[in-house]
T-cell receptor, first 114, second 108 residues
Framework: DAGVIQSPRHEVTEMGQEVTLRCKPISGHDYLFWYRQTMMRGLELLIY????????DSGMPEDRFSAKMPNASFSTLKIQPSEPRDSAVYFC????????????FGEGSWLTVV | RKEVEQDPGPFNVPEGATVAFNCTYS??????FFWYRQDCRKEPKLLMSVYSSGNEDGRFTAQLNRASQYISLLIRDSKLSDSATYLCVVKRGGKLIFGQGTELSVKP
């Protein structure tokens, strides 16, 4: 079975540019999570969705970040405009039901903003 | 103060050693507890859930003390392949909240 699929795997962009990260969750999963990982701050939850509806976006750093889930098989995380401090690995993860103990991560999108 | 705190690490141990990781969490509303493993430049993966009664999976033993809000992971007879970062995780509502992780390096 296909796992969580993220794209792009790596992106280098200039400060001020728009960045769009994409995620396809595991089929049938009803929860989708966006995490950011840096050396300084570790893994931080940015936002999560249940049945395509955003439930908690309190981790989104600021208005430059936005996330959408137009359908059960696709989500985007957008940064506009990007800044060097946004450089990190962005992980998408999905799970089935709130009581499910396992969330499955994608391989991550490695973002560098120069 | 972070909601989930772990030993700072790194831990450098010889093969065959027993190593213990500790973790504390600050929110008593936390419902479930886990250890995840993350290899270098890879995504985190579930290692094991942690139950109040304690649970074991081969060489790995996890313990939870709800009163003290403390979680532990013991690895016995460590292998080179155990080298990774171990992440303490608590679940609260729909969220999984991760500790910073403790890096383990097992040497021959």
């Amino acid at each position: 079975d296909a796992g969580v699929i993220q794209s792009p795997r790596h992106e280098v962009t200039e400060m001020g540019q728009e960045v769009t990260l994409r995620c396809k969750p595991i089929s049938g999963h009803d929860y989708l999570f966006w995490y950011r990982q840096t050396m300084m701050r570790g893994l931080e939850l940015l936002i999560y969705f249940n049945n395509n509806v955003p439930i908690d976006d309190s981790g989104m750093p600021e208005d430059r970040f936005s996330a959408k889930m137009p359908n059960a098989s696709f989500s985007t995380l957008k940064i506009q405009p990007s800044e060097p401090r946004d450089s990190a690995v962005y992980f998408c993860a999905s799970s089935f039901q709130v009581s499910g103990n396992t969330i499955y991560f994608g391989e991550g999108s490695w973002l560098t903003v120069v | 103060r972070k909601e989930v705190e772990q030993d700072p690490g790194p831990f450098n141990v010889p093969e065959g050693a027993t190593v213990a990781f500790n973790c504390t969490y600050s929110n008593s509303a936390s419902q479930s507890f886990f250890w995840y493993r993350q290899d270098c430049r890879k995504e985190p993966k579930l290692l094991m859930s942690v139950y109040s009664s304690g649970n074991e999976d081969g060489r790995f033993t996890a313990q939870l003390n709800r009163a003290s809000q403390y979680i532990s992971l013991l690895i016995r007879d460590s292998k080179l392949s155990d080298s990774a970062t171990y992440l303490c995780v608590v679940k609260r509502g729909g969220k999984l909240i991760f500790g910073q992780g403790t890096e383990l390096s097992v040497k021959p």
